[in-house]
Each structure stands twice: as C-alpha cells, then as structure tokens.
Nanobody, 121 residues
Framework: QVQLVESGGGLVQPGGSLRLSCVAS????????MGWYRQAPGKQRELVAD???????NYADSVKGRFTISRDNAKNTVYLQMNSLKPEDTAVYYC???????????????WGQGTQVTVSS
C-alpha cells in the first residue's frame, strides 16, 4: 500500500506564511512527479505547483513569486512554502504523486487526504 500524508495547514493572516509537507510511504520503487493541488469551496481542483524528480518546477500563475515547491527524493517528501498568502489562497490543499510501486507495475497516481489552509484576518 502507498500513502501520502500531508501536514502543515492551518489558519494564517493575510501576508503570512505556511509550509506544507507531504510524505509518500509504502512500497515505492520510484517517485516521478510530485505536486500540490487545491480546491476551494464551489470550485474545481486546480494545480498549484509540481516538481519532477529532476527538480523541474511548474507553477500556477496565481502563485508564481509567492510559493516555492521543493522535494527531498531520499525521503519521498514534497514541500510547499507559501509566502504572502492572500484570502483567495484559502482552500483544501492536496498532495499528489506519480509513482511506481514495483518494477512490474506501471506508473500510478496517488492523492493525500488534504489539509485545510485558511487565510483570514
């Protein structure tokens, strides 16, 4: 079994910062792309940022210059440093990983359970 467990969400004032973490655990041979998505009430889930195993990054325009994604391949962990947070960043943030469980299986996509980020004064 593979699990993605997020941590680091919470309540923060506008302009503040939070750091999200997500650990992929279980029987894993290789992790390819890891990323963060978010879903606000009444809206579709959207990509926030993702990062390849070679550290190529991709960001949504709305978070460029404010959020930074990084990963620790040895720990199968991805981070999202969020600075200058705005009320419109309020959402449930989900971790996503594209990985291979063993050499005989194809790549599969896994999701975490989500962590709430609320930006409010």
């Amino acid at each position: 079994q593979v699990q993605l467990v997020e941590s680091g969400g919470g309540l923060v004032q506008p302009g503040g910062s939070l750091r999200l973490s997500c650990v992929a655990s279980g029987s894993i041979v290789r992790v390819y792309v890891m990323g963060w998505y978010r879903q606000a009430p009444g809206k579709q889930r959207e990509l926030v940022a993702d990062i390849s195993s070679s550290d190529f990054t991709n960001y949504a325009d709305s978070v460029k210059g404010r959020f930074t994604i990084s990963r620790d391949n040895a720990k199968n962990t991805v981070y999202l440093q969020m600075n200058s947070l705005k009320p419109e960043d309020t959402a449930v943030y989900y971790c996503n990983a594209d990985l291979q469980r063993n050499l005989f299986k194809s790549r599969e996509t896994y999701w975490g359970q989500g962590t709430q980020v609320t930006v409010s004064s």
